[in-house]
């Protein structure tokens, strides 16, 4: 199509990188601190469920990933948390168990919905089976002549 790869793609890290050194600029002046210890890896975690839930590419679907486990976290887990202590007189925290949670929801939604709960259009037909095979491409064979004809 003309437009070069190669140079295209290190545009855009090298964007994404600039605002991402930016952004850690405002916040260490907004903290006056930078520590390792701010930074922790399950909300990394939360963050990339969030996009593979709502689907990649999609930001519909990523706003509606978030929302989902947002309500999962500060809602569902906290309210099936009194569950278990009440019916079998069990002392188990929901909250210590949330990145299993989280785990779990991610492998059924890979088995179940690999492309999200609201996927990008693209992203939607390469999950499709048969796109881009046989007579919808007009190429070739009788059946592209027919489909042809009937248009014109």
């Not at 050194?21 to 969030?50: E, P």
Request: charged share 15%; hydrophobic share 50%.
């Amino acid at each position: 199509m003309g437009v070069p790869l190669v140079k295209t793609k290190l545009l855009a890290y090298g964007t994404g990188a600039a605002f991402g050194g930016i952004s850690g600029v405002f916040l260490a002046s907004l903290l006056n601190t930078v520590n390792a210890d701010q930074f922790q890896f399950f909300f990394s975690i939360f963050i990339l469920a969030m996009v593979i839930l709502g689907g990649l590419g999609s930001i519909e679907g990523v706003l509606v990933g978030a929302a989902v486990l947002v309500y999962i976290n500060f809602k569902f887990i906290p309210d099936v948390n009194d569950k278990p202590r009440e019916w079998f007189n069990l002392d188990l925290d929901m909250s210590e168990l949330s990145a299993a949670i989280y785990g779990f929801l991610l492998v059924m939604m890979m088995i179940l919905r690999p492309q999200g709960l609201i996927p990008e259009r693209r992203r939607e037909l390469e999950m499709a089976e048969h796109v881009g095979t046989g007579a919808t491409t007009g190429v070739g064979g009788p059946e592209t002549t027919d489909v042809f004809e009937a248009r014109a």
